[in-house]
């Protein structure tokens, strides 16, 4: 069965290691969306051991605060879901007051036209520097 998470991601790679990849999706609707994807296909984070789950969620949580710090949005969503991809990853949405669906789920009904904007070339920058940086440590 093909895995459209092992076979290449959607967006951009903006940081990587032998374990994880930080992707940048930057829906015109979701300025700044990322995924944080698992490199090995597993399917549940209760499969992988404590350790593993925790480095997960590191870099879940790393990524959120850069989005917060460049984005101030009026929320991020976090969501784990693999009913259509069931390959660990975790969507990291920033949510602003005029996107398309806010208050719903993005997967929700459209509720106005929404920002329909990407990442400015400098928010793009300041993202993967201050990534990298903190992944790094």
Not at 17 to 34: A, E, M, P
Not at 112 to 128: T, V
Request: charged share 30%.
């Amino acid at each position: 069965m093909s895995c459209v998470i092992c076979d290449g991601s959607e967006g951009e790679i903006i940081w990587s290691d032998k374990i994880l990849r930080v992707v940048l999706l930057d829906h015109l609707d979701y300025k700044g969306y990322c995924r944080v994807e698992l490199i090995s296909h597993q399917k549940e984070m209760t499969d992988l051991d404590e350790a593993l789950q925790f480095n997960i969620m590191r870099c879940v949580f790393k990524v959120e605060a850069t989005l917060r710090k460049i984005l101030n949005p009026e929320k991020i969503n976090l969501a784990s879901l693999g009913n259509k991809t069931p390959h660990i990853h975790w969507h990291i949405i920033p949510r602003f007051k005029e996107d398309a669906h806010f208050p719903n789920s993005h997967w929700g009904e459209r509720l106005r036209q929404g920002l329909r904007e990407n990442l400015s070339a400098e928010e793009k920058k300041e993202l993967i520097t201050l990534i990298n940086e903190s992944l790094s440590q």
